[in-house]
Every structure is written in C-alpha cells, then in structure tokens.
C-alpha cells in the first residue's frame, strides 16, 4: 500500500531564510507526487505535482520540488520564505494517472517569524 | 477565488441525521473529487466523478454516497451521522482525468455532527 511520511509536524524559519520541508513516500513504481498548501481557514490549494520527466519540479509561489528515486524522497524547497507562506503543507502521493486515490502526508505546519 | 463552489459552508446537525453536501466545479471541469479532513483520520480522498460517471472511490464509508449530474454538479451524501464524522469536506474539480490537469479546490463545508 502506498504511504507518505512528512517527518517534521512544525517547521519555524525566519523571513528570508531558506525552506526545505521533507517528504518522503513508499510505492511499488513511479508514482504521481504533488504538494499542497493549506493557508489558515482556508481550502487546500495545489502548489506542484511530479509524474514524470525531470526530476526537479517548479511550481507556483516561488516553490520547487525533487524528485530523488532513490531515496524515496519528494522534498519542497523554496529559497526565500515570505510571512505570507505561513500554513500547513501536505505532501501526497497518487496512482500514474491522476489525482484519484491520492494518499496524503500528516502535514508539516510552518511558522515564518520577522 | 479557485471557481470551485461548495454549499453550505457551516453544517451542523445531530447524530443519526443525514445531509446533501453540493459542489459546483470551475466552468469546464469535467472531474469532481470529494476530500474528507479531520482530526483523527487528517486528510483522505473520498471519490471521483467524471463527466457523471464515477473513476475511483477511496476510503468512503457505505453511509456515504455521491452523484455527479448532467450538470456537472456533485453532491456529497452522508447519512446515519456519527460525531466521528464531524470534519471539513472538500471538493475539487480538474478538467480532465489525467494529473496534467491542474487541480482546483473549493473552500470546503464544515460539517460538526453534536
């Protein structure tokens, strides 16, 4: 069965700073992987998705992603963080095809600080 | 605005009750995909429709149901409510099937089951 596992629940940076949140998952094949970001009280919103072609991923807002087969991973990057990406991201892992019977992370929640 | 439409916003009712969820996907979507969010069982996918048809089903309980009509709107059925299904549902819509379509998603229906 297909799973995704996002290590850290609560990431603080300073504004300005760099952002690595890690996700890494666990599928029999090349899976479809997407990141999400869900701002506070607000609905989830996709940031970049992964299903094939090259490895590194841009997506929007500034973020990117990389795909690294070998170490199962899928993490979100981005190099200067801004006050306003301040909310709970979701990593996700899907069948080749779509956005059907996606499986998602428990979230890593980020607090950006001044 | 994502264009993703949901109805209510707030939803609060008893246990035992039953009610009707509705989503309005972005103009040209074809797709419809119902999320469920909560505290203990955070972030599942539920089912897809496409073009009125269902694609997939995900962790949806048998209490549940959905249609997709003509009109490309879905609705989202829950019936026989538990507490335990108190949780913030979401639809998306993309245009087509396949994860080259970027996915949108509505704001999501609160639902609390007292």
């Known amino acids: 069965a297909q799973s995704v596992t996002q290590p850290d629940i609560h990431i603080t940076v300073s504004e300005g700073a760099s952002l690595e949140l890690r996700c890494n998952y666990s599928?029999?094949?090349?899976?479809?992987l997407f990141w999400y970001v869900q701002s506070p009280g607000q609905g989830l919103q996709l940031l970049l998705k992964?299903?094939?072609?090259?490895?590194l991923v841009q997506g929007i807002k500034g973020f990117e992603a990389e795909f690294k087969r070998s170490q199962s991973s899928f993490n979100l990057r981005k190099p200067s963080v801004h006050w306003s990406d301040a909310a709970e991201y979701f990593c996700a892992v899907g069948d080749p095809g779509g956005y059907q019977k996606v499986t998602f992370g428990t979230g890593t929640k980020l607090q950006v600080i001044p | 605005d994502s264009g993703v439409t949901q109805t209510p916003k707030h939803l609060i009712t008893a246990t035992g009750q039953r009610v009707t969820l509705r989503c309005s996907p972005r103009?040209?979507?074809?797709?419809v995909y119902w999320y469920q969010q909560s505290l203990d069982q955070g972030l599942q996918f539920l089912i897809q429709y496409y073009n009125g048809e269902e694609r997939a089903k995900g962790n949806i309980l048998e209490r549940f149901s959905a249609q997709q009509f003509p009109d490309l709107h879905s609705e989202l059925n829950l019936s026989s409510l538990e507490l335990g299904d108190s949780a913030l549902y979401f639809c998306a819509s993309s245009a087509g099937t396949g994860g080259r379509d970027t996915q949108y998603f509505g704001p999501g229906t609160r639902l609390t089951v007292l």
């Open positions: 992964y299903f094939s072609g090259d490895t």
């Open positions: 103009s040209g979507d074809l797709s």
């Open positions: 599928y029999g094949a090349t899976p479809y």
